[in-house]
């Protein structure tokens, strides 16, 4: 994992391209065709903007690798300072890696740098209950679900419900890379 990085943007480019179906049905609706945003130029201006955003300490953008390509992300973003110190989790990983833990692995490097580094006290990941492996995803990670968000997010084209999962830092002493290791199966 990495900061995105200004050379990415052709790799992101093709990756989101070739994983459109895959993909798609989890993404915010939006009136512009999904090849138009996803090409190299719209890569940057997302980079330029979630970086800003990093600078300010309201967002935590990450690229994954896998075998030394690019094969997603994961961000914190929404982060909260003061008495909340909270952030939203979102992520996404090509198909063609999706099933080997890469994504779960990336997830609990990223909750443990919030909780440590930055000090966050709460990480909240919204799921659609259509999205069985990302609900597992996170309950395997130690997420708690607390409540069906109804019409929450407008996705693929309407207001879609989520459940609202929350992870504390008080919830892994050890860390969630600990947790995330013990599930591996030996």
Same mark, same amino acid.
């Given at each position: 994992?990495?900061?995105?990085?200004?050379?990415?943007?052709?790799?992101?480019?093709?990756?989101?391209?070739?994983?459109?179906?895959?993909?798609?049905?989890?993404?915010?609706?939006?009136?512009?065709?999904?090849?138009?945003?996803?090409?190299?130029?719209?890569?940057?201006?997302?980079?330029?903007?979630?970086?800003?955003?990093?600078?300010?300490?309201?967002?935590?953008?990450?690229?994954?690798?896998?075998?030394?390509?690019?094969?997603?992300?994961?961000?914190?973003?929404?982060?909260?300072?003061?008495?909340?110190?909270?952030?939203?989790?979102?992520?996404?990983?090509?198909?063609?890696?999706?099933?080997?833990?890469?994504?779960?692995?990336?997830?609990? /490097? !990223?909750?443990?740098?919030? =909780?440590?580094?930055? %000090? &966050?006290? *709460?990480?909240?990941? @919204? $799921?659609?209950?259509?999205?069985?492996?990302?609900?597992? /995803? !996170?309950?395997?990670?130690? =997420?708690?679900?607390? %409540? &069906?968000? *109804?019409?929450?997010? @407008? $996705?693929?084209?309407?207001?879609?419900?989520?459940?609202?999962?929350?992870?504390?830092?008080?919830?892994?002493?050890? %860390?969630?890379?600990?947790?995330?290791?013990?599930?591996?199966?030996?």
């Amino acid at each position: 994992m990495h900061p995105l990085r200004w050379r990415d943007a052709g790799e992101w480019s093709r990756l989101r391209l070739a994983n459109e179906g895959w993909l798609s049905p989890w993404e915010p609706t939006s009136a512009v065709p999904w090849a138009q945003r996803h090409t190299p130029a719209a890569y940057r201006a997302m980079r330029r903007v979630v970086n800003g955003r990093a600078r300010h300490g309201t967002s935590l953008p990450f690229a994954v690798r896998v075998e030394g390509r690019l094969a997603g992300q994961v961000t914190l973003d929404n982060v909260v300072r003061g008495a909340l110190r909270s952030g939203y989790l979102g992520y996404w990983i090509d198909r063609a890696v999706a099933g080997r833990g890469m994504t779960s692995l990336a997830v609990a /490097l !990223v909750c443990d740098h919030a =909780f440590g580094d930055v %000090g &966050l006290h *709460r990480v909240e990941a @919204d $799921i659609r209950p259509e999205n069985l492996p990302s609900q597992r /995803l !996170v309950e395997r990670l130690g =997420f708690q679900r607390e %409540g &069906l968000l *109804r019409r929450y997010l @407008d $996705i693929d084209g309407a207001w879609r419900d989520h459940y609202a999962y929350a992870l504390l830092a008080e919830d892994v002493p050890g %860390g969630v890379l600990a947790s995330w290791r013990r599930g591996i199966p030996g």
